[in-house]
T-cell receptor, first 116, second 109 residues
Framework: EAGVAQSPRYKIIEKRQSVAFWCNPI?????LYWYQQILGQGPKLLIQ????????DSQLPKDRFSAERLKGVDSTLKIQPAKLEDSAVYLC??????????????FGSGTQLSVL | GEDVEQSLFLSVREGDSSVINCTYT??????LYWYKQEPGAGLQLLTY?????DMKQDQRLTVLLNKKDKHLSLRIADTQTGDSAIYFC?????????FGAGTTVTVRA
């Protein structure tokens, strides 16, 4: 079974530039999550999709971050414009249903973003 | 600050037992989890415990839960070099996971 795929693996940009990350979840997984992991901290949920609908985006800084999962499969996360404090690893995860049923989350390897 | 707190570092000799501790704040947590993160990789679920249980054992892993003190621990028996990683404690609150900052475990020969 293929795992959660993310690209790019690394990205270096200057502040105020834009950047996009891509995630392809495990086939058949209805729920997709984007997490932000700042160095030395645990992952923090940014947004959760159930199929192509948003379940929770309460922690997403909507003035600069956006995410979509148009066909209910793969997803993109965009930052525009980026700030220095956005430097982090962006992790995508998926699950068959969701944590409500204590479904296991499968994580991708992440995209490491450095904002200079 | 973090709702889930863990000590940052643990050094253990190969073959010894490791014990990683965690405290959490929300008494309504339904499940508590331990995740492992190896360098350059995503998080991998190791084990979890339901909040009405005191203990769960899974091969070399033992999870202990003290609900009164809101304390969770993970014991790894016969620690191997492959156990070197960052271990995250997480609680499930209203179906959202809240992670601690992680404990870096270093296994020395």
């Amino acid at each position: 079974e293929a795992g959660v795929a993310q690209s790019p693996r690394y990205k270096i940009i200057e502040k105020r530039q834009s950047v996009a990350f891509w995630c392809n979840p495990i086939s058949g997984h209805a729920t997709l999550y984007w997490y932000q992991q700042i160095l030395g901290q645990g992952p923090k949920l940014l947004i959760q999709f159930q199929n192509n609908g948003v379940v929770d985006d309460s922690q997403l800084p909507k003035d600069r971050f956006s995410a979509e999962r148009l066909k209910g499969v793969d997803s993109t996360l965009k930052i525009q414009p980026a700030k220095l404090e956005d430097s982090a690893v962006y992790l995508c995860a998926s699950s068959l249903e969701g944590p409500a049923s204590n479904e296991k989350l499968f994580f991708g390897s992440g995209t490491q973003l450095s904002v200079l | 600050g973090e709702d889930v707190e863990q000590s940052l570092f643990l050094s253990v000799r190969e073959g010894d037992s490791s014990v990683i501790n965690c405290t959490y704040t929300d008494s309504s947590s339904t499940y508590l989890y331990w995740y492992k993160q190896e360098p350059g990789a995503g998080l991998q679920l190791l084990t979890y415990i339901f909040s009405n249980m005191d203990m769960k054992q899974d091969q070399r892993l033992t999870v202990l839960l003290n609900k009164k003190d809101k304390h969770l621990s993970l014991r790894i028996a016969d620690t191997q070099t492959g156990d070197s990683a960052i271990y995250f404690c997480a609680e499930s609150i209203k179906y959202k996971l809240s992670f601690g900052a992680g404990t870096t475990v270093t296994v020395r020969a």
